[in-house]
């Protein structure tokens, strides 16, 4: 089955990459940067992304087969193209890519309406990030009836990559009136909805609602909180999804996706709740006793799990998640464990388990160091099975500079340079650690460096007005300090050291 559309909604936990801060050494107050591990969930499925490794290398066998027989589609060169990629062979993907082009125009130069050769060109140049024509090319009114449903579900794919999802549900309604039962596109309909609405939240809505949120007593959030899920969900309206499942029952997709969509929704919102939580940590009670939904989003989600296919791992992560919001961290470990072992070569599933953890151990528990050591252990793990990307590495890094063994801190620095030249976030990490071992004026070369390529980082500022501190120049200090205050105004480090440093002049 096709591709509908794949949304990668990333609920990004910030796992701070802090050293502990020791209030008699403001040194330590550095900023590292901060890393962000999250959970990813495709709220809609896709078979080739759903292959396990082992599965992944034979379908690249029989289809390399098959291609140097010249016995392969359009469509199915491009299934190998995206399989290439996923196994990282770029020189290959390279040669498939030539002869998918050579065949598009082949077919096209005979029949220029040709429905695969269409359906692979209009992949092939979203492939490349060139949505150039696809609009006027997969519009044109000669295609639309039922023969072409699924360039039309490419048409839908175009208008979203646009956020343009009044046109997307136009496309949609158009679709339904000569197929009216067809599960896959009422499923679109209702994920078209869902974007759309997510994302608001996430720009501007949550946000918003948050700010009203803290103004109310603290007994009372919770249930404002509950009443926004709900109003959402109506917003949404998954009644085309709830069609599609009672016409494909035994499709995992379809009730995985509403139990998915629904939980971020949830998962959102006590995000917002603990944002508004007082120092004294009284975390918003989420229970399937206290939130009546929650059953509800229990049972889509434990339904799609018994049907799910060999490689996803979707499902998984969105029990993980909900099991977050509940607080059962032990349950929601084993369900990102899971995940780790049936797709050992994502990156996700590794993410997944570290942001439990870190939410855990420094977000309940205020534990960040055994936080940092507990997620080394997951990172000790993939480094046997896949490639570490930079966030992984600085994570390394984190026992080395709880014993303030600097000096080998930055001898690791330099060797992951080679690896990740001229990265901002790595030498934002290297700043800090200098203004933790007291080089003032290395640290001043890397930051002043910084500051004209990532001028809106609160970090970079924050560490200039730290470092003009520790060097008794406080007016620069100033400077610099209400800069990062123009960035981020409530963030309580700049503030505390704003106060110092007007008070030391």
């Known amino acids: 089955m096709r591709t509908i559309m794949q949304l990668f909604c990333i609920i990004a936990i910030s796992?701070?990459?802090?050293?502990?801060?020791?209030?008699?050494?403001?040194?330590?107050?550095?900023?590292?940067?901060?890393?962000?591990?999250?959970?990813?969930?495709?709220?809609?499925?896709?078979?080739?992304?759903?292959?396990?490794?082992?599965?992944?290398?034979?379908?690249?066998?029989?289809?390399?087969k098959d291609l140097e027989k010249g016995a392969?589609?359009?469509?199915?060169?491009?299934?190998?193209?995206?399989?290439?990629?996923?196994?990282?062979?770029?020189?290959?993907?390279?040669?498939?890519?030539?002869?998918?082009?050579?065949?598009?125009?082949?077919?096209?130069?005979?029949?220029?309406?040709?429905?695969?050769?269409?359906?692979?060109?209009?992949?092939?140049?979203?492939?490349?990030?060139?949505?150039?024509?696809?609009?006027?090319?997969?519009?044109?009114?000669?295609?639309?009836?039922?023969?072409?449903i699924s360039l039309l579900l490419e048409l839908v794919h175009v208008h979203m990559g646009n956020a343009d999802y009044k046109n997307a549900e136009d496309v949609v309604d158009h679709i339904l009136r000569f197929d009216s039962l067809n599960a896959e596109v009422l499923a679109t309909k209702t994920l078209i909805r869902a974007t759309s609405k997510l994302l608001k939240l996430l720009d501007e809505e949550l946000a918003e609602f948050s700010n009203r949120v803290a103004q109310a007593p603290s007994e009372h959030r919770l249930g404002l909180a509950i009443a926004n899920i709900n109003m959402v969900f109506e917003s949404i309206n998954f009644a085309p999804a709830q069609q599609a499942i009672e016409l494909k029952p035994d499709d995992f997709r379809y009730t995985f996706m509403i139990g998915a969509v629904q939980e971020f929704i949830v998962y959102l919102h006590y995000l917002m709740l603990l944002g508004t939580c007082e120092p004294d940590n009284h975390f918003p009670d989420f229970t399937q006793e206290t939130v009546d939904f929650l059953f509800e989003i229990k049972s889509y989600l434990e339904s799609a799990l018994k049907n799910k296919p060999n490689g996803d791992i979707d499902a998984y992560m969105a029990m993980a998640m909900y099991h977050l919001v509940l607080k059962d961290f032990e349950k929601a470990k084993e369900f990102a464990t899971q995940a780790i072992e049936i797709r050992p070569?994502?990156?996700?599933?590794?993410?997944?388990?570290?942001?439990?953890?870190?939410?855990?151990?420094?977000?309940?528990?205020?534990?960040?160091?055994?936080?940092?050591?507990?997620?080394i252990e997951v990172l000790e793990k993939k480094k046997k099975r896949k490639t570490l990307n930079l966030v992984d590495h600085l994570m390394f890094l984190h026992p080395l500079i709880f014993d303030g063994k600097y000096e080998e801190v930055l001898t690791r620095i330099d060797a992951i340079k080679k690896d990740f030249p001229g990265n901002n976030q790595l030498l934002l990490f290297e700043s800090g650690v200098y203004l933790r071992m007291d080089a003032l004026d290395k640290s001043l070369d890397v930051l002043v460096t910084?500051?004209?390529?990532?001028?809106?980082?609160?970090?970079?500022?924050?560490?200039?007005g730290l470092c003009f501190y520790l060097k008794s120049d406080f007016d620069k200090a100033l400077v610099h300090l209400n800069h990062a205050l123009l960035i981020a105004p409530s963030d309580e480090d700049v503030l505390m050291l704003l106060d110092k440093a007007k008070s030391s002049r």
């Open 15 to 64: 796992v701070a990459v802090l050293a502990n801060v020791e209030e008699e050494s403001l040194r330590e107050t550095a900023r590292l940067g901060s890393a962000e591990y999250n959970i990813s969930i495709r709220f809609l499925q896709d078979d080739i992304w759903e292959l396990t490794p082992g599965e992944r290398g034979k379908k690249i066998a029989n289809l390399s």
């Open 72 to 148: 392969l589609s359009p469509l199915h060169l491009f299934e190998l193209l995206r399989l290439l990629n996923m196994e990282g062979k770029p020189e290959d993907e390279k040669k498939v890519i030539g002869a998918l082009s050579a065949l598009i125009e082949s077919i096209r130069t005979k029949d220029s309406q040709n429905h695969e050769a269409l359906l692979a060109y209009a992949k092939l140049k979203q492939w490349h990030g060139d949505n150039s024509g696809l609009l006027t090319l997969l519009s044109d009114s000669t295609l639309h009836d039922e023969t072409y």
């Open 345 to 375: 070569d994502l990156d996700q599933s590794y993410d997944a388990l570290i942001t439990i953890i870190n939410f855990q151990r420094m977000v309940i528990d205020d534990d960040s160091e055994a936080g940092f050591l507990e997620s």
């Open 450 to 464: 910084l500051q004209h390529l990532d001028p809106n980082n609160v970090d970079i500022w924050y560490n200039l």
